[in-house]
């Protein structure tokens, strides 16, 4: 196992891509199996050290900026094992450390499709699954946790859970067992609270009646074990993706166009459902598919200030246009012509600026696109280094009834408010990220003091705060605002039945008053 301890060598683990400041560590090591990294684990509990798990560093919420202790970095845990075919999808087996691109790049060249598609696919595999990560394809699919089969965990007391999805699951009352070696066990309850009724959710652990044992390791940030592999089922990959950039000249109708396409895409894979029912052996999402049925996979926004950014990019945006779409639908050979009258008559019907829209059917139009989604926040980032600031981005998502209100809110707020801001995102799952544009420090704190009145009004909605970046250390005050101080209390027991001296992940989710105790 390889371990430094020189300031020069370390640095770079002292930061992830929140930019938080004042990291520090006194040493990183780099376990290469399950076992040595349960054996660094059991060590630090003996001696009390905290623990900080490192990925990729692509994290924005603070997770892997240590503050003390030691850096387990899974860096060298890098393999990707069995690839198979299996039941019109597959299945794959590789370890916390393989990064997303390289393990998608392996899936996508057997024809098969890993959907989970966070922006930064430079991110570790475990990571993806320690935060629960999603994407613009969570609409459709669904975010990490429903790929995950099985995981390979190692606990802070250096015992190695090797669990499979089915095998173990908490009681009625909430209490779940897990058996170690030796006559021992651990007897946890989790927390009473119910999680917010939203699409997304990643702030805190999972909970519901009945739940699966892999649930309360997905998402839970490296607070209650390492992963360090993990099983996942896999698609068959779409035979063709269409997909487009709509711009509108009316925020109005954007929102209908947007409320009619998710409305049908639901309808469609819930008839899916219904028909796979009653044909043996076939695939819900094939069945829709077969028939030719409107069914986005991702549906983002941008507001209009998010278009006055990129124009400077991409001068081929209309002038005038209130705002814009992007959508992926799947193909096949079959259903691309008629696929792309569906879309193409839902354009026309919200009067949208159709001869000014882009569509495209081939790889490199499909690339194009994406760069344009991505280039959003790039272009934020260099516009904040210039001044020296850091934006403010929200993450909360509410329920389908709720999301109009909300992004009114948001809209008036801002306006108000005289700042500079952004408003793009994951429309199909009400989850929009509104960016802050403080220009000085005078406008950083008025902005703070803004985003915790949009945390507040999330929640009155039934609303999360964290919809996919998770909690880390720069939300958790936040998580209080969500679940208040009785279900953190909560929270923090069922960490201590895992993590009996509270050394992983240390300040990731949880103030030091809640682990002192």
Not at 153 to 181: H, K, N, Q
């Amino acid at each position: 196992m390889l371990m430094k301890a020189q300031p020069d060598e370390m640095q770079s683990y002292l930061a992830d891509a929140s930019n938080m400041a004042g990291g520090h560590v006194a040493r990183v090591v780099w376990p290469e199996s399950a076992a040595e990294a349960a054996a660094l684990l059991h060590d630090a509990t003996q001696t009390r050290t905290p623990v900080t798990v490192a990925g990729a560093g692509t994290g924005i919420v603070g997770g892997r900026v240590p503050f003390g202790g030691v850096v387990l970095s899974t860096q060298r845990l890098n393999h990707i094992g069995e690839i198979v075919r299996e039941d019109g999808g597959g299945r794959a087996t590789a370890e916390a450390g393989v990064v997303l691109a390289d393990f998608q790049r392996e899936v996508r060249s057997k024809g098969l499709l890993y959907p989970p598609d966070p922006t930064e696919s430079s991110c570790f595999l475990g990571g993806t699954v320690a935060t629960n990560a999603s994407g613009a394809r969570t609409f459709k699919y669904g975010p990490t946790r429903r790929y995950v089969r099985r995981l390979k965990v190692a606990l802070a007391t250096g015992d190695l859970l090797d669990i499979r999805r089915g095998e173990i699951f908490a009681d009625a009352g909430g209490r779940v067992r897990v058996t170690l070696g030796g006559g021992r066990s651990i007897d946890a309850r989790l927390p009473s609270y119910t999680m917010p009724a939203t699409r997304k959710h990643a702030a805190g652990y999972y909970v519901a009646p009945g739940m699966d044992l892999i649930d309360l390791f997905v998402g839970s940030e490296g607070t209650l074990g390492v992963i360090t592999e993990t099983e996942v089922s896999l698609l068959a990959q779409p035979e063709g993706v269409l997909s487009g950039v709509v711009f509108f000249r009316e925020e109005d109708g954007l929102l209908a166009f947007v409320r009619e396409a998710r409305a049908r895409s639901l309808r469609t894979r819930a008839a899916a459902v219904d028909s796979s029912a009653l044909t043996s052996g076939a695939s819900a999402r094939g069945l829709g598919a077969s028939r030719g049925e409107l069914d986005a996979r991702a549906l983002e926004y941008f507001d209009e200030e998010s278009l006055k950014f990129l124009r400077e990019r991409y001068p081929l945006v209309p002038l005038g246009a209130a705002g814009a779409v992007f959508f992926e639908q799947e193909t096949t050979g079959l259903n691309e012509e008629s696929l792309t009258g569906e879309w193409l008559g839902l354009v026309e019907r919200h009067g949208a600026l159709a001869d000014e829209s882009w569509f495209g059917t081939n790889e490199h139009d499909r690339a194009e696109m994406r760069a344009f989604r991505h280039a959003l926040p790039v272009m934020v980032n260099e516009w904040l280094a210039q001044r020296g600031q850091r934006k403010v981005s929200t993450d909360m998502a509410v329920p389908d009834e709720a999301f109009p209100t909300m992004l009114d809110f948001y809209r008036e707020t801002l306006r108000a408010s005289r700042l500079a801001y952004v408003i793009f995102g994951h429309v199909g799952d009400n989850h929009v990220h509104v960016n802050l544009l403080p220009r000085d420090d005078v406008e950083q704190l008025a902005a703070r003091e803004i985003y915790m009145r949009f945390i507040r009004r999330a929640v009155s909605f039934g609303g999360t705060v964290s919809a996919e970046h998770g909690v880390g250390k720069i939300k958790r005050e936040y998580l209080r605002e969500l679940y208040g101080e009785r279900h953190l209390r909560e929270m923090a027991e069922l960490k201590r039945a895992f993590d009996p001296a509270c050394v992983l992940g240390r300040g990731n989710i949880f103030a030091e008053e809640f682990l002192n105790t």
